[in-house]
Each structure stands twice: as structure tokens, then as C-alpha cells.
């Protein structure tokens, strides 16, 4: 059976840091890319960061750069999205995804999905 765990969300204060992790199970890890994305009430999901099981090349979305690390833990078949400086508008359901495809931008190229984990930050 093929899953994607994800976890770490919680509430922070606006600059605050939290670390959420992908964990998966079920399919050849090193063969997927493992994004992540994000859906605010009322918005559509979209894209906030990619990583490359195979090379470990990533993609952060623009909003992103900067403060957000993606990195990979091959051995544990994790997925990790280090995220500081954190703002108001980082506030969403964080959901991670695995494409066979590579790091592609659109939703519909991730064939595996997990559950979300809220991140609430207060302003």
C-alpha cells in the first residue's frame, strides 16, 4: 500500500520556524521526485517545493526562496521541508506528493498524495 505521512504542522508566531516531514512507503522512493504543496482557505493549491529523489535537485517557488529548504533522507524514504521566517500567508494545509515524473508543476503529474498537515502562523 503506498503512503505519504505528513507531519510537523503546529502554530507558530510570524518568524518562527517549523520543520515538516514526508514520510513514505509503498513504492521505490528513489525513483520519484516528492513535492510539496499547499492550500490556503478559499485558494487554490499550488506548488512550494520540489526535490529529486534520484539527484537530489530541488525547486522552490518563488514566495519561498530563501526560507524554505527541501532536502531528502534516501535511507528513511523522507522528505523534509525546513521552513523559517515564517509569515502569515504561509498559513495552509501542507500536503506532500510523489511524481514519477520529476519535479513537474502541475498537481496532476503527482500520482501519490498524502494527508496535509495544517501550519497556522500568527501574526
Known amino acids: 500500500e503506498v503512503q505519504l505521512q505528513a507531519s510537523g504542522g503546529g502554530l507558530v508566531q510570524a518568524g518562527g520556524s517549523l520543520r515538516l516531514s514526508c514520510a513514505a512507503s509503498?513504492?521505490?522512493?528513489?525513483?520519484?521526485?516528492i513535492g510539496w504543496f499547499r492550500q490556503a482557505p478559499g485558494k487554490e493549491r499550488e506548488g512550494v517545493s520540489c526535490?529529486?529523489?534520484?539527484?537530489?535537485?530541488?525547486v522552490y517557488a518563488d514566495f519561498v526562496k530563501g526560507r524554505f529548504t527541501i532536502s531528502s533522507d534516501n535511507a528513511k524514504n523522507t522528505v523534509y521541508l525546513q521552513m523559517n521566517s515564517l509569515k502569515p500567508e504561509d498559513t495552509a494545509v501542507y500536503y506532500c506528493?510523489?511524481?514519477?515524473?520529476?519535479?513537474?508543476?502541475?498537481?496532476?503529474?503527482?500520482?501519490?498524495w498524502g494527508q496535509g498537515t495544517q501550519v497556522t502562523v500568527s501574526s
Open positions: 509503498g513504492f521505490t522512493f528513489d525513483d520519484y521526485a
Open positions: 506528493a510523489a511524481s514519477y515524473l520529476g519535479c513537474a508543476p502541475s498537481r496532476g503529474n503527482y500520482e501519490y
Open positions: 526535490i529529486s529523489s534520484s539527484d537530489g535537485s530541488t
